[in-house]
């Protein structure tokens, strides 16, 4: 995050070694929402997997986004484009796609 340049728009990062919990267990989100002290609907993940990101996150109550590279399919179906709250495919999209998701 910190090459990418978006580093400072995070206040709470989870590290899996800190917390003692792997994703996709959704125990890392709920961790990482109670250090934040915020509730958990006013908090967006992004990641670029559906099954160890966005929808642990979902279980969670957070908001997703779906990062569309890396692990991310080329060609994403329309189901699986419903299950995060947004996705974008660089990371420069991300402010305003979490923008958009928000309250």
Known sequence: MRRDGIDGY???WAVSEELGVEKPDPM???RAVERSGAVAARTAMGGDRLDYDVVPAKRCGMHTVW???GEAPRDPTEEQLAIPDASVKTLRELPQALESIGD
Do not use: Q
Request: net charge neutral; no cysteine.
């Open 10 to 12: 995070f206040e709470v």
């Open 28 to 30: 890392i989100y709920a």
């Open 67 to 69: 990062v569309l590279r």
